[in-house]
């Protein structure tokens, strides 16, 4: 045991060493994303969602892997915050990957300003129009979403000239059924946030759950989306069951009406019970929709039903 005055010295400048480690750590943490899931947890949703089984294939965890990579920098990424997301998928031969300087937006929870609005930008409510702050941001977000279409055209092939140098430039439009599949991806990311948001600040850079008439919404997209997705699809019993728990679900945020400071902690907890009502339909539902579209049957079941 030490005494005296350099036992003291020690001992203070101990304490002195750990605060400074524990400011430091307060510090970076203040400066990401609060309310929002972790990465493993995004990617836990994908693998629900998509495949609907505990015990997925190495196949269809990697896919999963893909697919919350290109939603995170979609939709998340901000500052210099996301190389190993785009590491990921370069490993995973995804193309036509931007830089992270060509995406990067504000830091904080203000990048939810601009990449949590919506899958379609024309779709994006008017009232954030006038709160975007980088001019870039037209062209960031089109990058942005590039990213998701580049990863699912390499998972599923939709558009099968994308991979070939000068020509996949030049043809840059998705078909429907694959655009629908892009918005999938994201509207399970966002709804992931809405699972866990609990403060009125960032609840309201959210784009609703549902329950509005002239504004879209998680729900209403998902509506829209998924008519396109399983256009041939729409008169099985899981399409009709899906509908209608969609439906459900958009009536209860109706229900639930507006958010603010004087109802905020009873609101927000309702919000996200219904955000995990509307997670467990689509895990119920999307994973036999899926299997029964080509597209996916041939890229995930195909080889397996073979051997």
Same mark, same amino acid.
């Given at each position: 045991?030490?005494? &005296?005055?350099?036992? *003291?010295? !020690?001992?203070?400048?101990?304490?002195?060493?750990?605060?400074?480690? =524990?400011?430091? @750590? %307060? $510090?970076?943490?203040?400066?990401?994303?609060?309310?929002?899931?972790?990465?493993?947890?995004?990617?836990?949703?994908?693998?629900?969602?998509?495949?609907?089984?505990?015990?997925?294939?190495?196949?269809?965890?990697?896919?999963?892997?893909?697919?919350?990579?290109?939603?995170?920098?979609?939709?998340?990424?901000?500052?210099?915050? &996301?190389?190993?997301? *785009?590491? !990921?998928?370069?490993?995973?031969?995804?193309?036509?990957?931007?830089? =992270?300087?060509? @995406? %990067? $937006?504000?830091?904080?929870?203000?990048?939810?300003?601009?990449?949590?609005?919506?899958?379609?930008?024309?779709?994006?409510?008017?009232?954030?129009?006038?709160?975007?702050?980088?001019?870039?941001?037209?062209?960031?977000?089109?990058?942005?979403?590039?990213?998701?279409?580049?990863?699912?055209?390499?998972?599923?092939?939709?558009?099968?000239?994308?991979?070939?140098?000068?020509?996949?430039?030049?043809?840059?439009?998705?078909?429907?059924?694959?655009?629908?599949?892009?918005?999938?991806?994201?509207?399970?990311?966002?709804?992931?946030?809405?699972?866990?948001?609990?403060?009125?600040?960032?609840?309201?850079?959210?784009?609703?759950?549902?329950?509005?008439?002239?504004?879209?919404?998680?729900?209403?997209?998902?509506?829209?989306?998924?008519?396109?997705?399983?256009?041939?699809?729409?008169?099985?019993?899981?399409?009709?069951?899906?509908?209608?728990?969609?439906?459900?679900?958009?009536?209860?945020?109706?229900?639930?009406?507006?958010?603010?400071?004087?109802?905020?902690?009873?609101?927000?907890?309702?919000?996200?019970?219904?955000?995990?009502?509307?997670?467990?339909?689509?895990?119920?539902?999307?994973?036999?929709?899926?299997?029964?579209?080509?597209?996916?049957?041939?890229?995930?079941?195909?080889?397996?039903?073979?051997?």
């Amino acid at each position: 045991m030490t005494f &005296g005055l350099k036992g *003291l010295q !020690t001992k203070n400048m101990k304490r002195l060493i750990c605060i400074l480690m =524990l400011i430091v @750590i %307060s $510090i970076s943490f203040s400066s990401s994303p609060v309310c929002a899931e972790t990465g493993k947890e995004h990617q836990k949703d994908f693998e629900s969602i998509l495949f609907g089984s505990d015990k997925l294939e190495k196949k269809e965890k990697q896919i999963s892997k893909i697919f919350a990579a290109a939603a995170y920098l979609t939709i998340d990424q901000f500052k210099t915050y &996301g190389q190993n997301y *785009l590491d !990921t998928l370069e490993k995973n031969g995804v193309r036509n990957l931007p830089t =992270l300087e060509e @995406i %990067s $937006i504000e830091g904080g929870g203000k990048h939810r300003l601009y990449a949590h609005n919506g899958w379609d930008s024309e779709y994006h409510p008017l009232k954030y129009r006038n709160r975007y702050n980088d001019p870039a941001w037209e062209k960031k977000w089109k990058s942005r979403k590039g990213i998701i279409e580049s990863a699912v055209n390499k998972v599923f092939n939709f558009n099968w000239w994308s991979g070939i140098p000068l020509v996949g430039d030049k043809i840059p439009d998705s078909s429907e059924e694959c655009d629908s599949f892009c918005a999938l991806i994201y509207y399970i990311h966002l709804l992931g946030d809405h699972k866990v948001t609990h403060t009125l600040d960032e609840y309201a850079l959210l784009m609703p759950l549902g329950g509005r008439y002239f504004e879209d919404t998680v729900v209403s997209e998902l509506q829209y989306h998924c008519e396109v997705l399983f256009a041939e699809q729409v008169d099985t019993d899981s399409f009709k069951n899906l509908e209608s728990s969609l439906e459900d679900i958009d009536v209860k945020c109706l229900k639930m009406g507006t958010i603010n400071k004087e109802n905020k902690e009873k609101k927000l907890e309702e919000n996200q019970e219904l955000a995990k009502e509307l997670f467990s339909a689509l895990e119920k539902y999307v994973p036999t929709l899926l299997k029964n579209e080509e597209f996916f049957y041939n890229a995930v079941y195909k080889e397996k039903s073979a051997a």
